[in-house]
């Protein structure tokens, strides 16, 4: 069974970097595309941008080139970079597996911005 | 970007009761990439169905999708106390992947 598990920050300051790990169990990270979703109350479910085992990414236009996908296969790990933070980036944080659709989701982890 | 309209916003049933939940695509979407998802109060959301209309591992026959193009429709056949969630449609077809809005089922 696949798991995935979210590690990072809680707390971010407004205008700061938000750097998230993904640690991946139970399947090999050299398959498949793995993604970053996050949900807010105010905007639902968003998807991030995503990684393919053979390191070509795509992100969601929304969030301007403030983001960055990256994989460590090595440590069967993914990561997310978000910079320039702001109150509108709080949210439930999940890192995802996409094969049949988003199929195996990580427990997700809360990200609040606040000084 | 596909812009994915789902209604109602609540829909309010009875055990045993039949659920269907719809989803509108602002385009039609590509190669039937179309999924539908259950969330519990602080569980990420589960898969349900892919590709319109297949049960993903451990989903059980009372869900079922339908649909193609833009008009798409999650129907759960006999409501049981354990349905009664939040329900999200997607598409993963191209970027960016995006997600309606929600349906909430609750109980009457």
């Known amino acids: 069974q696949v798991q995935l598990q979210e590690s990072g920050p809680g707390l971010v300051k407004p205008s700061e970097t938000l750097s998230l790990t993904c640690t991946v169990s139970?399947?090999?990270?050299?398959?498949?595309?793995w993604s970053w979703i996050r949900q807010s109350p105010g905007k639902g479910l968003e998807w991030i941008g995503f990684?393919?085992?053979?390191?070509?990414?795509n992100y969601n236009p929304s969030l301007r080139g403030r983001v960055i996908i990256s994989l460590d296969t090595s440590n069967s790990q993914f990561s997310l970079k978000l910079s320039s933070m702001t109150a509108a980036d709080t949210a439930v944080y999940y890192c995802v597996r996409e094969y049949y659709s988003f199929d195996f989701w990580g427990q997700g982890t809360l990200v609040t911005v606040s000084s | 970007e596909i812009v994915l309209t789902q209604s109602p916003g609540t829909l309010s049933l009875s055990p045993g009761e039949r659920a269907t939940l719809s989803c509108r695509a602002s385009?039609?979407?590509?190669?039937?990439?179309f999924a539908w998802f259950q969330q519990k109060r602080g569980q990420a959301p589960r898969l349900l169905i892919y590709?319109?209309?297949s049960r993903a591992t451990g989903i059980p026959d009372r869900f079922s999708g339908s649909g193609s193009g833009t008009d798409f429709t999650l129907t759960i056949s006999r409501l049981e106390p354990d349905d009664f969630a939040m329900y999200y449609c997607a598409h993963y077809g191209a970027s960016p992947r995006t997600f309606g809005q929600g349906t909430k089922v609750d109980i009457k």
């Open positions: 139970g399947d090999s990270i050299s398959h498949y595309y």
């Open positions: 590709g319109v209309s």
């Open positions: 385009q039609s979407v590509s190669d039937n990439y």
């Open positions: 990684i393919h085992y053979s390191g070509i990414a």
